[in-house]
């Protein structure tokens, strides 16, 4: 998708570059959260104490693609995952779009991940 960005009306966040991005509240501390995912089982994309981003998901990815993200954009940090909702837009083109699929992955990973902001 490149740069294109599109925001739903009423959702969080924005379809940015392929991901729904969404603004984290505070500073992250990205080391706890990278060593409580690793102890919940999950593989991560970057070494817990090194790093300014971190990518996880439930199966090992020697390329490190995972689906959800943390990283730092300006002064703020974001949570990132793929969209999971599909619509028809124009021309009869098949577009990403937040909507209720997506809010579910939203509504069990933000909670968890802005608990380690501060």
């Given at each position: 998708m490149g740069s294109m960005e599109k925001k739903s009306s009423g959702q969080r966040?924005?379809?940015?570059?392929?991901?729904?991005?969404?603004?984290?509240?505070g500073e992250l501390d990205l080391a706890g959260l990278s060593r409580d995912l690793r102890a919940r089982g999950f593989f991560l994309a970057n070494d817990p104490e090194a790093m300014d981003s971190q990518?996880?998901?439930?199966?090992?990815?020697p390329e490190g693609y995972y689906p959800y993200w943390v990283f730092r954009d300006g002064k703020r940090w974001v949570f990132?995952?793929?969209?999971?909702d599909l619509f028809t837009g124009a021309g009869g083109r098949r577009e990403y779009a937040i909507g209720a699929r997506t809010e579910e992955v939203l509504q069990s990973w933000l909670p968890y991940v802005q608990k380690w902001c501060r």
């Open positions: 966040g924005r379809i940015q570059e392929g991901q729904v991005r969404v603004p984290l509240e990518g996880w998901g439930e199966d090992y990815d990132a995952c793929p969209p999971k």
